[in-house]
C-alpha cells in the first residue's frame, strides 16, 4: 500500500507541476497577444526579413481590405483548403498592422461602395471584394486577393506569396520609382493613343507611359518595366534585335502583339527573339466559321478562352467576354520531354480558339495563310485550337519575361467601346494589366519566404505496409494504455 500511495503521490504532483507552469504560461501568452507557430514553413507568422522592413519603414502605408476579413472564414471548416487560405491571409494582414507605419482598414465593397470610389474614383484598379489597396507618397498599388495564392502542381498544398507581393509593393511605394511601359516606333507600330484606355488604366496604377525609337536610342532605358512592339508592319532591324536581346539576357521584359502582316516577307528578326523563349508564330489569320463565335458576323474577330493555369484563374472568374481580332497563332518548340528541371523557360499558354459544345467539330476555328514567303496556294486549314496568347519566363536570363499575343485589336479603344456599346465586358485590357503586374519585378520581392499550407506526411508505398502502419498507431497505444491500467491495478491492490 505504501508503495502504491508513493506513486499516486508522484504522479499527482507531476500533474500538477504541469499545470502550475502550463496555466500561467496560457495567460501570460494571451495578455501578450503571443502565439508560438508550430506549422510547417511558419504558415502562420512574419519571416524575420517581414519584421525588419516594416520596422524600418520611413513613411507611413494605408492598407486597405476591400472585405471584411472575420468573414474570410465562413462557409469552410479547418482543414479545407480556402480556410487555410484565409487563415494565411488574415494572419498575415493582422501582424502587418501591429507596426507604427501600417493603418489597416476593411471595407464592404458591397455596403460601403463610396469608400471604394473614393479609392479608385476613375475605375482604373478594377477593384472587386478581396482586394488590397496600398497608398503611400500619394500613390498608390492594388493587388488583387487571388493572386495571392498558387496551387503546387506536386504537392496539392496551396502556397501564400502575400508577404512577397504585400511588402514588394510597399516597398514600390516607399521607393518612389516609376516604372514605364515604353511602346516602339520605326515600324509602322500602333500608337499607344490607339488604346486610351488601356494607357489610363496602367497610368492609373503608378506607372508611365513613353514611346521608344530604339535604332536611335541604341539601348533600352533602365527604367523601363517592358518594351511592347504593338502590331507592328516591318521587322526589326539585325541592331534592334541585338539591342533587345542584350536587353533581355540582362532579365528585361518584353510584350509583343504580332497581328497579321498581309507583306509576303519573313520577320526574321522578331522570329530570332521569340525562339529564346523557345516559342514560333505562325504566318496565318484565323478565322470562325461559326457565327455565333465570332463579333457582328466579322468571320476574323474570334470569339475566344482562357487557358486554365495561374495566371488566367483571376481573369476567368470575372467571366467576361473575350473576342480577339485580327490574329495570327503561336506554337511552342519545347519538347516533349522538357521539365522544369532541365530547361529554364517556362512557358503557359493563355488564350486560344474556343471550344465549342454545341457543334460536332467542337473547335470551329480555322486559319488561312497570311503574309510570310509561303507559296502554298493548296494550304488546307485543319482547323481546330489555335494558340493566340502565351506568356514564358527564362530563369537563365535573371527571368526575363514574355507577354506574346497574336492580337493587337482587342485593346484597341474603337473595338472596345463598340463591345461596351452593345452591354458586353470586355477583358482584353486587363488581360495585359495583368501581364504587366506580372513582369513587374518591384511588386513583389524574393527576399520574404512563400508560406505554404502543407502538413507533414508519410508515403506510403502500398496498401499491406499501410495496414501494418495503422495497426502500429492504433493498437500500440491501446497496448501501452492497457499495460499501464494492469500495472496501476496491481499496485493499487498490493
Keep these: 500500500m505504501k508503495k502504491g500511495m508513493k506513486i499516486n503521490t508522484i504522479a499527482w504532483i507531476a500533474a500538477a507541476a504541469v499545470l502550475a507552469v502550463a496555466v500561467p504560461l496560457n495567460l501570460i501568452f494571451t495578455k501578450a497577444d503571443k502565439t508560438i507557430d508550430v506549422t510547417p514553413f511558419s504558415a502562420y507568422s512574419l519571416s524575420d526579413s517581414a519584421v525588419k522592413s516594416l520596422s524600418e519603414l520611413d513613411k507611413p502605408v494605408n492598407m486597405t481590405v476591400l472585405y471584411d476579413m472575420d468573414l474570410l472564414y465562413e462557409g469552410s471548416e479547418p482543414g ?91 516597398s514600390y511605394l516607399q521607393s518612389g520609382i516609376t516604372p514605364t511601359v515604353y511602346f516602339t516606333t520605326g515600324h509602322d507600330e500602333a500608337k499607344p493613343d490607339t488604346c486610351n484606355n488601356l494607357v489610363g488604366a496602367v497610368t492609373g496604377n503608378n506607372y508611365a507611359v513613353k514611346t521608344l525609337d530604339i535604332a536611335a536610342e541604341k539601348k533600352i532605358p533602365e527604367d523601363a518595366l517592358t518594351v511592347v512592339m504593338a502590331a ?115 512557358q503557359d499558354f493563355l488564350v486560344s480558339s474556343i471550344y465549342d459544345e454545341s457543334t460536332s467539330y467542337q473547335y470551329t476555328a480555322f486559319d488561312e ?60 485590357p486587363y488581360l495585359f494589366l495583368s501581364a504587366i503586374s506580372w513582369m513587374d519585378k518591384v511588386n513583389s520581392s524574393d527576399a520574404f519566404p512563400t508560406r505554404v499550407s502543407a502538413t507533414d506526411y508519410i508515403t506510403i508505398p502500398d496498401r499491406k505496409t499501410g495496414n501494418i502502419i495503422l495497426v502500429i498507431m492504433i493498437a500500440l497505444p491501446v497496448l501501452i494504455a492497457a499495460s499501464g491500467v494492469i500495472v496501476w491495478a496491481r499496485r493499487h491492490n498490493a
Design 80 to 170: 479545407e483548403a480556402e480556410y487555410m487560405m484565409a487563415d494565411m491571409f488574415v494572419k498575415t494582414m493582422r501582424q502587418m498592422e501591429k507596426f507604427d507605419k501600417i493603418n489597416l482598414t476593411e471595407i464592404d465593397v458591397v455596403s460601403e461602395p463610396g469608400k471604394v470610389e473614393e479609392l479608385d474614383p476613375d475605375n482604373l484598379m478594377n477593384l472587386s471584394a478581396g482586394d488590397i489597396v496600398l497608398e503611400c507618397n500619394g500613390r498608390k498599388r492594388s493587388i488583387q486577393f487571388m493572386t495571392l495564392f498558387k496551387t503546387n502542381e506536386q504537392t496539392g498544398s496551396v502556397e501564400f506569396y502575400g508577404e512577397n507581393a504585400i511588402l514588394g509593393a510597399i
Design 232 to 346: 507592328p508592319q516591318k521587322d526589326l532591324t539585325a541592331e534592334e534585335k541585338d539591342i533587345i536581346l542584350d536587353y533581355a539576357s540582362d532579365g528585361g521584359n518584353l510584350s509583343l502583339f504580332l497581328a497579321p502582316v498581309a507583306a509576303k516577307t519573313a520577320f526574321v528578326n522578331i522570329e530570332a527573339v521569340l525562339a529564346t523563349y523557345q516559342v514560333e508564330m505562325n504566318y496565318n489569320r484565323i478565322y470562325e466559321t461559326s457565327s455565333a463565335n465570332c463579333w457582328k458576323d466579322d468571320r476574323y474577330a474570334i470569339l475566344c478562352q482562357f487557358v486554365e493555369n495561374d495566371f488566367t484563374s483571376a481573369l476567368k472568374s470575372l467571366q467576361p467576354t473575350l473576342f480577339m481580332p485580327n490574329s495570327r497563332s503561336f506554337y511552342s518548340t519545347q519538347s516533349g520531354d522538357e521539365t522544369e528541371g532541365t530547361n529554364s523557360v517556362k
Design 369 to 428: 495563310i497570311y503574309g510570310g514567303n509561303r507559296a502554298d496556294a493548296d494550304y488546307k486549314s485543319p482547323g481546330g485550337q489555335y494558340l493566340i496568347a502565351l506568356n514564358a519566363e527564362d530563369s537563365a536570363r535573371r527571368g526575363s519575361k514574355l507577354f506574346l499575343s497574336g492580337s493587337y485589336d482587342f485593346l484597341r479603344d474603337e473595338f472596345n467601346s463598340e463591345i461596351a456599346d452593345a452591354g458586353a465586358a470586355s477583358l482584353g
